[in-house]
């Protein structure tokens, strides 16, 4: 699966959990935001382009199709230290035109999530 360039500015890698795409980005001086914490942005970066590997990835069991975004909503629960931040995406319903997913990153603790986004996007299939 290719990711977006944003996944690569992020440092960003793709894991395989249990058949669903998981990615994980190491903590760095590009991701740096108040010291010793990860920027929010980098965070909801790498949100975004979790629910996007999701997305085409169970997109690609029924024939593919291009995403645009709709919107982005993304709550903040715990501050990011420096290690690595994974994050998933679910796809929570998968319509012909629109799809929501909903996704979290952690650190540690999968149960313990420092951050979560609701998305929708808008679908092009063919």
């Given at each position: 699966?290719?990711?977006?360039?944003?996944?690569?500015?992020?440092?960003?890698?793709?894991?395989?959990?249990n058949?669903?795409?998981?990615?994980?980005?190491?903590?760095?001086?590009?991701?740096?935001?108040?010291?010793?914490?990860?920027?929010?942005?980098?965070?909801?970066?790498?949100i975004?382009?979790?629910?996007?590997?999701?997305?085409?990835?169970?997109?690609?069991?029924?024939?593919?199709?291009?995403?645009?975004?709709?919107?982005?909503?993304?709550?903040?629960?715990?501050?990011?230290?420096?290690?690595?931040?994974?994050?998933?995406?679910?796809?929570?319903?998968?319509?012909?035109?629109?799809?929501?997913?909903?996704a979290?990153?952690?650190?540690?603790?999968?149960?313990?999530?420092?951050?979560?986004?609701?998305?929708?996007?808008?679908?092009?299939?063919?």
């Amino acid at each position: 699966m290719k990711l977006p360039p944003y996944a690569e500015l992020l440092g960003a890698t793709l894991e395989w959990e249990n058949g669903l795409p998981v990615l994980a980005m190491p903590f760095s001086h590009a991701v740096l935001g108040r010291p010793g914490f990860v920027q929010g942005g980098a965070i909801t970066g790498l949100i975004e382009v979790a629910a996007i590997a999701a997305l085409r990835h169970q997109l690609a069991g029924e024939g593919g199709g291009r995403i645009k975004p709709i919107n982005v909503t993304v709550d903040f629960m715990r501050g990011g230290r420096e290690r690595v931040t994974r994050a998933a995406g679910t796809v929570t319903r998968l319509g012909t035109r629109i799809a929501n997913v909903e996704a979290i990153a952690w650190q540690d603790d999968r149960t313990k999530p420092i951050a979560a986004a609701r998305m929708n996007y808008l679908i092009v299939r063919g």
